[in-house]
């Protein structure tokens, strides 16, 4: 099949690189000039697990090449993909969709035959029926445009993998009779056969699909967090109670994970989203459960604060503070919403000298936080440290020798915030430890 991907960033690239990979010919769509030349060079714009490879595989192979032209998009295919970013708002009142429907708009004045509008943009509930009204206004073939809802749920650094081999696909109509459904279906074809679990439904059940699950998967982080403060009281080990409970078929242990909680351009925007769509449509007291979820999450940063004031005094002015990791999560150079990045600069905010390191984020992190140090080694991050915090667990932190470094450090202490170091290898070697959710 032939296919345009309109707006090529995280979601976009990735989506635009693996319908090349599944073997049709695809057009990306992206109005920044300066992105467009990074992509049909094979590179992406941002860093995720084997994407540079595949693009530059599929930029060789011909089936795939990008553009800033809404026109040759437009007639190049009757499938569009839509993958335009919809971030928060300012004021922080759920999701900006000025990009997505000018970016629809744009594309809508080109279509002058039947055409396919599939978007996978994370939105609120009740933007189908908007952007069918758009398209039906401003393209030339009208009601021979057909909008298809069908979210995304990649992972960041499994981006790839998540594309083609997906827990399941949703696919959403204004109707139950719909010819684009045919037409998706050609277009996963081989992902269909490999007997992925295919959903499909209405506009609002599509819509709210992304959303409800990213929902919930914050909300099965906070509970495992409230666990920890429970533990942390009672002297019970967060990490085996975390076991216990994912033992339960009904519970499962993936995605249960304790510590310094979820971060990232997704789960802490999406969760904020669905709260406010619910607000708006009267259901308020159904979304109380999300509301303690992303309180019980900005609590396991205040924790952090907390620990380190038991650890060096109240006053924290002028203290050497050590924090490894800067990006939200590891395997990748995103920080949106870093809850390490977060607890670094509250410290920097009351006076204590943060130094951060990061294997693969520092960029990024100069750029909106250029107040605090950076230093890429991070052994050499720790010299002269009255504290160290681990609050991003790449596995190149596990590996480091504490012996080695509590020779390098001013005072041997440590924070474990993700629970991944060996703690009772790091007392052998002459630390005090504090671990999240562990007494």
Same mark, same amino acid.
């Given at each position: 099949?032939?296919?345009?991907?309109?707006?090529?960033?995280?979601?976009?690239?990735?989506?635009?690189?693996?319908?090349?990979?599944?073997?049709?010919?695809?057009?990306?769509?992206?109005?920044?000039?300066?992105?467009?030349?990074?992509?049909?060079?094979?590179?992406?714009?941002?860093?995720?697990?084997?994407?540079?490879?595949?693009?530059?595989?599929?930029?060789?192979?011909?089936?795939?090449?990008?553009?800033?032209?809404?026109?040759?998009?437009?007639?190049?295919?009757?499938?569009?993909?839509?993958?335009?970013?919809?971030?928060?708002?300012?004021?922080?009142?759920?999701?900006?969709?000025?990009?997505?429907?000018?970016?629809?708009?744009?594309?809508?004045?080109?279509?002058?035959?039947?055409?396919?509008?599939?978007?996978?943009?994370?939105?609120?509930?009740?933007?189908?029926?908007?952007?069918?009204?758009?398209?039906?206004?401003?393209?030339?073939?009208?009601?021979?445009?057909?909008?298809?809802?069908? +979210?995304?749920? !990649? /992972?960041?650094?499994?981006?790839?993998? %998540?594309? @083609?081999?997906? $827990?399941?696909? #949703?696919?959403?109509? =204004?109707?139950?009779?719909?010819?684009?459904?045919?037409?998706?279906?050609?277009?996963?074809?081989?992902?269909?056969?490999?007997?992925?679990?295919?959903?499909?439904?209405?506009?609002?059940?599509?819509?709210?699909?992304?959303?409800?699950?990213?929902?919930?998967?914050?909300?099965?982080?906070?509970?495992?967090?409230?666990?920890?403060?429970?533990?942390?009281?009672?002297?019970?080990?967060?990490a085996e109670l975390a076991d216990i409970l994912g033992h339960d078929v009904r519970i499962g242990r993936r995605g249960m994970r304790p510590?310094?909680?979820?971060?990232?351009?997704?789960? +802490?925007?999406? !969760? /904020?989203?669905?709260?406010?769509?619910? %607000?708006? @449509?009267?259901? $308020?007291?159904? #979304?109380?459960?999300? =509301?303690?979820?992303?309180?019980?999450?900005?609590?396991?940063?205040?924790?952090?604060?907390?620990?380190?004031?038991?650890?060096?005094?109240?006053?924290?002015?002028?203290?050497?503070?050590?924090?490894?990791?800067?990006?939200?999560?590891?395997?990748?150079?995103?920080?949106?919403?870093?809850?390490?990045?977060?607890?670094?600069?509250?410290?920097?905010?009351?006076?204590?000298?943060?130094?951060?390191?990061?294997?693969?984020?520092?960029?990024?992190?100069?750029?909106?936080?250029?107040?605090?140090?950076?230093?890429?080694?991070?052994?050499?991050?720790?010299?002269?440290?009255?504290? !160290?915090?681990?609050?991003?667990?790449?596995?190149?932190?596990?590996?480091? $020798?504490?012996?080695?470094?509590?020779?390098r450090s001013r005072s041997p202490k440590a924070v474990d915030a993700r629970g991944t170091l060996d703690a009772d290898q790091w007392r052998?070697?002459?630390?005090?430890?504090?671990?999240?959710?562990?007494?």
């Amino acid at each position: 099949m032939k296919m345009t991907i309109i707006g090529c960033g995280y979601l976009g690239a990735t989506h635009a690189a693996c319908m090349a990979e599944l073997g049709h010919e695809v057009l990306g769509m992206d109005s920044d000039i300066h992105k467009v030349h990074l992509l049909n060079s094979g590179k992406a714009p941002f860093y995720e697990r084997d994407l540079d490879e595949l693009l530059a595989k599929h930029i060789r192979s011909g089936r795939l090449r990008f553009t800033a032209s809404y026109a040759e998009a437009a007639a190049y295919a009757e499938l569009h993909f839509v993958g335009v970013g919809t971030p928060e708002r300012i004021d922080g009142d759920g999701y900006d969709l000025t990009h997505l429907f000018g970016a629809v708009t744009k594309l809508a004045h080109g279509l002058v035959r039947p055409a396919v509008v599939a978007v996978k943009s994370t939105v609120p509930v009740g933007t189908a029926p908007r952007l069918a009204k758009l398209l039906l206004e401003h393209a030339p073939a009208g009601d021979r445009i057909e909008v298809a809802w069908n +979210p995304e749920f !990649l /992972r960041e650094s499994f981006a790839i993998e %998540d594309t @083609l081999r997906p $827990d399941r696909l #949703v696919l959403g109509f =204004r109707t139950e009779r719909s010819w684009g459904e045919s037409v998706l279906r050609q277009a996963y074809g081989k992902i269909i056969e490999s007997g992925v679990p295919t959903i499909v439904t209405d506009w609002a059940t599509a819509e709210l699909a992304k959303g409800a699950a990213n929902s919930f998967l914050a909300t099965k982080i906070s509970f495992i967090n409230a666990m920890a403060e429970v533990c942390e009281r009672s002297g019970a080990d967060v990490a085996e109670l975390a076991d216990i409970l994912g033992h339960d078929v009904r519970i499962g242990r993936r995605g249960m994970r304790p510590g310094l909680g979820f971060g990232g351009g997704c789960l +802490p925007k999406d !969760l /904020r989203g669905f709260i406010t769509r619910a %607000d708006e @449509l009267g259901a $308020d007291e159904a #979304v109380g459960i999300l =509301r303690e979820a992303g309180e019980v999450n900005v609590r396991r940063r205040r924790r952090i604060i907390d620990l380190t004031r038991e650890e060096l005094g109240i006053d924290l002015r002028g203290k050497r503070i050590t924090v490894w990791g800067a990006a939200f999560k590891p395997e990748t150079d995103d920080i949106r919403d870093s809850p390490a990045l977060a607890v670094a600069q509250a410290l920097h905010d009351v006076g204590a000298t943060v130094t951060v390191t990061d294997p693969m984020a520092l960029d990024n992190a100069r750029k909106t936080h250029p107040e605090l140090n950076y230093v890429d080694d991070p052994i050499a991050a720790a010299e002269d440290a009255d504290l !160290l915090l681990h609050l991003t667990e790449w596995s190149q932190f596990s590996r480091i $020798d504490p012996t080695r470094l509590a020779a390098r450090s001013r005072s041997p202490k440590a924070v474990d915030a993700r629970g991944t170091l060996d703690a009772d290898q790091w007392r052998d070697a002459g630390w005090m430890v504090r671990v999240l959710g562990r007494s």
